[in-house]
């Protein structure tokens, strides 16, 4: 069992709320922490962009840079539960 990457809220400019979610890489399984404002700001983008609320606020992956890291287990402001499964 790999363990999550904790998310350095100290070296961020701006002060967070310190609420994460927690995400994994599905290329690596990286599991790494994301501040929350940074994925409601992804999903506020998704949806100013017209993607449907089943589309996951993706990330960049830290470790092998894959761009589509999704959330493990996540509810979504715009009213969607984002669940990670294993293919
Ligand atoms: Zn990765």
């Known amino acids: ?7 350095d ?8 709320s310190g609420k994460v979610v927690v995400y ?5 399984k990286h599991k ?3 501040p929350l404002e940074a994925v409601l ?11 449907p609320i089943s589309t996951p606020p993706y990330t960049v ?3 092998c840079n894959f ?8 509810k979504s402001k715009r009213g ?4 990670y499964k294993e293919n």
């Open 32 to 34: 790494f922490e994301a």
């Open 1 to 7: 069992m790999s363990s999550i990457e904790k998310f």
């Open 41 to 51: 700001e992804f999903e506020q983008e998704d949806e100013w962009n017209g993607l």
């Open 61 to 63: 992956c830290s470790k």
């Open 9 to 16: 809220f100290n070296s961020y400019p701006f002060k967070l």
């Open 24 to 28: 994994i890489c599905p290329k690596c």
């Open 80 to 83: 969607y539960h984002h669940i």
């Open 67 to 74: 761009d589509k890291c999704v959330p493990i287990d996540y």
